[in-house]
């Protein structure tokens, strides 16, 4: 069973940035997607990455602000968050499904591993 872990959280203010990292256990060649939950709203799907890296989708809200990308020789995918908002305060979490990226970004479409999520907080 994979295993994926993520890290790179924090306490940010607002226009800072961050970069959050996602280590799987082993080498894969699932797609790996970024999700955020924010206190009483439902998990969002942000971002996902094919196996190889040439492929990536992102949401509108996070479009130009957030760049994922991959690092297969270091089995982590990454997160990088920029001109963060008060409003991007959430666990970020990562998650794996064994093929392309799915068309929806949500929650269910990941069939694969989930990490235990990493808290980011933008606060003045």
């Known amino acids: 069973q994979l295993q994926l872990v993520e890290s790179g959280g924090g306490l940010v203010q607002p226009g800072g940035s961050l970069r959050l990292s996602c280590a799987a256990s082993?080498?894969?060649?699932?797609?790996i997607g970024w999700f955020r939950q924010a206190p009483g709203k439902e998990r969002e799907g942000l971002s996902c990455?094919?196996?190889?890296?040439?492929?990536?989708t992102y949401v509108d809200s996070v479009k130009g602000r957030f760049t994922i990308s991959r690092d297969n020789a270091k089995n982590t995918v990454y997160l990088q968050l920029k001109s963060l908002k008060p409003e991007d305060t959430a666990v970020y979490y990562c998650?794996?499904?064994?093929?392309?990226?799915?068309?929806?970004?949500?929650?269910?479409?990941?069939?694969?591993?989930w990490g235990q999520g990493t808290q980011v907080t933008v606060s003045s």
């Open positions: 998650a794996s499904v064994p093929y392309r990226c799915p068309l929806l970004m949500v929650a269910d479409a990941f069939k694969g591993s």
């Open positions: 082993r080498f894969t060649l699932d797609s």
């Open positions: 990455i094919n196996s190889s890296g040439s492929s990536n």
